[in-house]
């Protein structure tokens, strides 16, 4: 697993990590509140087993700045396009990047959506994957934001799995997330 860096734009400490060098990029914002490194199994299996290019932004999903740090740490890391997802909050953030953004962006990932008033990007394909048994971001959730969009966002529901799905089955998560973008 890779070392944790601080990007400090404006008086902003934002930490972010960066793994693999591969040709498929992807930003991954984890669900607030979390301690840890809650994203990093999967990011690991994904830069190591897969070949992406991971970096994981430890940005609060909720702060007034939160779109713009996590796009100043992409500027910063040079990525002119990626994909970009996270986990409940966090795919909520990146989201609303990728409404305002969406020139930036190769598509969008979330693990659980949470809410649902949060429009979609036009134009990028989405790839929702959901924990069957999730009482923080219920399936009911991404499947409704899914029907918005149904020739471009894709539902995949993990059977067994709760809100903690990205930590509780990391691997299956990754090789989700892997089958899907690895055609991008």
Known sequence: MSDTQIFDP????????VEGDGPVSLVLIPERGLDGNPLGVVSHYLAEEAGFHIVRIGVDPEAADAVASTLAVIDH?????TWIGGHGAGGTLARRIAAAHSDRLNGLLLLGVEDVDVALAPVIPVLIIQGADDDVTPPSAGETLQATAPERASVKTLPGTGHLFP???????AVIIEEYLDWD
Request: net charge negative.
């Open 167 to 173: 930590m509780m089955e990391p691997v299956e998560t």
């Open 77 to 81: 890391v040079g990525l002119e396009r």
């Open 10 to 17: 404006e008086g902003r400490a934002i930490p972010f990590a």
